[in-house]
């Protein structure tokens, strides 16, 4: 009889080995092993207020399921949180959803590399041209909304991309992502944001002394050199502004760097005092210019010839625009241009004049230029762009990165400047004599352009992200240092007018989550295992007719399954 | 941050901002979503719940439904499987060795592992048990030590993250494999110190099979990192081992059994 049980027990284990084998095999098979959590570095859309009225995402934490744009239509989108790559990016799709307040539980916008500094992109023009487009209409949109939900831009790497394709094939398929089924869960596990006290501007001056000859008593004039260095974007953790207005710093520093070389030996040092200045708040309607320009002492304002603006002259081919307000019939205004254009003529560069009245009722400063023509001191702008910007347009966004810089475009708007300026101080109007010449002691210097660029291409300068003693602030004000006489820095408060508030950046948690239906589905072939080993073993041990009992009447002791 | 959010707008009245809020979120979506945020925690503790009955469930469904519950060997067990403690203390003393001596030390580990159920096997004294039950009831407190020591706190600090894994589940099959291994170790290292008269031929069968199961943990972990098979391998690999050797110590058990009975 023990034989015959053994047998049979013997049968019976090698069914059930060969069972447990294929379930296991169907659960391995079935679904393949899923990677442990990503996660990525994302960067908020500026939360802000002007006036009182609310702009911007206004909210920071994020927990939600990630969907894609192939979502069924009808869905439910209040608990996710799209994910829109910019090249599928369909701007009127986004508009309507924000400007109809739908529901939504976030927005992650995927930029391509092109638009990191890391990455050198040498994708076809067309192509680059018409991303920077659309993501400087996209950002547009952005800023002037109030979103009640976290908006946040990622840059796309394998990882991102991977679940991005997992989504859609999910989507696909038509299920929705709820609690209930799985798919990927987003987590930005940040506190609430909060509003940034007292946002400082900070202005940087550098006064280069001119030659004061002997016996003679009175102010020398002065002319000033401003460029603004802060920016403004839809995520002000990238707002690192290559073009507006990195150009303008580098140009300025460059400038600075060339006439302390002529300025060291009083041989050749120019009867012209040379007043650089690096100012903050440019976004804001220049107010940073309004206010150095109001510290000023009220000789040293009347001493000032003409004040020359440079802003965004980083990526312009063969035109350039010199913006005034005063009418170009004015003396000042006709001897700046001449200087200018003739410079200009013997570079083969375009040199165009834009003449636009000043309001003084109207509180909007379009161009720099415009901070000094309200205090009646002779001052234009150059700059690539032919047109006024709106309020918070092209103050370098998301989509002005070091890509679309050329080195080259900045090195002929130095050398440009620098001529005119020089000829205008050491008095060779008209005449065809070149200072800065290439090849010479005083060539301007791409090296020291394009290491300056590139570091103004890492730096997010946003003015109220930026302390009193922030490095970069330091380092700009220590270079200018070694190329002029004196430095001041100038620290004010940001008008009222715009409130900013934190949590710029933070770290994305990408998890894959399993349904409700699976883990019940798990505990369903569970039990049933636990069942079959639980007879099996009584079977072998005690035999059938024990098993056959213990349903057969109330069972002695309580039996113990899952 | 919905309710602090809701209750600030409450509190500080219909300022703009808070107005927007409002707007957006009405009361029945801030129930929807506690509920939601219930049922995700529950949904954790569920995966937690289904690999620890994956982990521990065989041994008590061992327990209970072979004869080992009528005869109430758990006094048997539990010594066994402090005795298991006892050894894995020892084990960790031994652990900071070299690379060059680390497949030598997992073998003598092997082998502390085989005097510790010699030890929990002969020098313990247990109630007038059969030979039968008394390798089960050592070998099911061994291996339930076991799995409760290394399975248990990955599990618990694990299983009820946000992430899924396939990790834990595979563990608790792993569990699985070590129960039918351990209660197959138990069963040669009965034969081999308990039973007097063993047919002369199956002797060195024995003592092989008693080595190659010493030596399995040793074995696995070549496999990882020497081999670097992924986990599911591992245990597949595990499982279909353990499986031939149960049998092959059923067979070798019963062919003692026979000149006896």
Known sequence: ?562 | MIYKSVFSGLIEGPKQIQSNKNKTICSSQIQIENWGQKIRRKMTMFHFFNCAILTFGPHAVYYSATPLSEYDTLGTSVKAALVYLGTALVKVSENDGFDPYQELLKAVIGFIDVAGLYFALTQLTHRNISQNHKFQAVGLGWAFADSVLHRLAPLWVGARGLEFTWDFILQGLEANANLVLSISLAALGSLMWLRKNKPKTLIPIIYACAGIVATMPSITSYLRRGLGWHFPKVVGFELFTSLSMAFISWQLFSACQRPSS
Not at chain 1, 359 to 385: C, D, G, K, M, Y
Not at chain 1, 432 to 453: C, E, H, K, R
Request: aromatic share 10%; proline share 5%; net charge neutral.
């Open chain 1, 1 to 562: 009889m023990a034989l015959s049980k053994n047998s049979g027990g013997h049968r019976g284990m090698q069914e059930s080995m060969y069972s447990v084998i294929a379930l296991v095999f169907i659960l391995v098979a079935c679904v393949e092993l899923c990677d442990a959590a990503a996660a990525i570095d994302v960067y908020r859309l500026i939360q802000y207020d002007m006036s009182g009225s609310a702009y911007g995402s206004r909210f920071a934490a994020l927990n939600h399921h990630a969907a894609s744009l192939h979502f069924p239509p009808g869905a439910d989108l209040s608990r996710a949180v799209l994910v829109i790559p910019l090249r599928e990016l369909n701007i009127t799709f986004v508009r309507e959803y924000i400007n109809q307040k739908k529901p939504l539980g976030g927005l992650l916008f995927l930029l391509p590399d092109i638009f990191s500094f890391e990455n050198g992109g040498n994708k076809q023009v067309h192509e680059k041209e018409q991303l920077k487009n659309l993501l400087a209409e996209l950002e547009q949109l952005l800023i002037h909304a109030n979103i009640p939900y976290p908006v946040y831009f990622a840059f796309e790497n394998d990882e991102i991309d991977t679940v991005l394709a997992d989504i859609k094939k999910n989507d696909a398929i038509g299920q929705p992502a709820t609690a209930t089924t799985g798919g990927y869960k987003l987590v930005i596990p940040t506190p609430e944001p909060k509003k940034v006290a007292s946002p400082t501007i900070t202005n940087i001056q550098g006064w280069l002394s001119g030659l004061k000859a002997d016996g003679d008593t009175n102010q020398l004039p002065t002319i000033a050199i401003v460029a603004s260095y802060d920016t403004f974007g839809a995520a002000p953790a990238l707002s690192v502004g290559s073009d507006s207005n990195g150009s303008g710093v580098v140009a300025l520093l460059e400038i600075a760097r060339l006439f302390s070389l002529l300025y060291s030996n009083p041989k050749t040092r120019g009867r012209y005092n040379l007043l650089f200045g690096l100012t903050s708040g440019g976004p804001y309607n220049y107010n940073g210019t309004q206010k150095w320009l109001r510290s000023f002492d009220q000789r040293l304002r009347e001493s000032i010839d003409y004040a020359i603006c440079l802003n965004s002259i980083g990526s312009w081919d063969n035109e350039l625009w010199i913006h005034v307000s005063k009418p170009p019939e004015n003396a000042y205004i006709k001897q700046i241009f001449e200087g200018f254009s003739n410079v200009a003529e013997e570079m083969d560069i375009k040199v165009g004049l834009k003449h636009k009245k000043i309001n003084i009722s109207n509180p909007r400063v379009a161009r720099e230029h415009e901070q000094f023509s309200r205090l009646r001191v002779t001052a234009a702008t150059l700059s690539e762009i032919s047109t006024a910007p709106e309020l918070l347009q092209g103050t370098g966004g998301l989509y002005d990165s070091r890509q679309f810089v050329n080195e080259t475009a900045i090195t002929r708007g130095v050398k440009l400047v620098a001529e005119s300026l020089a000829r205008h101080i050491y008095g060779h109007q008209g005449k065809n004599v070149q200072i800065f010449a290439d090849g010479g002691s005083l060539a301007v210097n791409p090296a020291y352009i394009q290491s300056w660029l590139d570091l103004l291409s890492q730096t997010p300068r946003v003015a109220p992200f930026l302390s009193k003693n922030d490095p970069f602030v330091m380092a700009l004000k220590k270079e200018l240092a070694d190329h002029t006489d004196e430095v001041n820095m100038q620290h004010e408060v940001l008008e009222g007018v715009f409130t900013f508030y934190d949590s710029t950046s933070a770290r994305l948690n990408i998890y894959q989550v399993a349904s409700v239906t699976f883990d019940l589905l798990l505990l369903l072939v569970l039990g049933s295992y636990l069942i079959v080993l639980f007879s099996f073993l009584v079977i072998t041990t005690r035999g059938l007719d024990d098993l056959i009992s213990l349903f057969r009447r109330p069972p002695s002791r309580k039996v113990k399954t899952a």
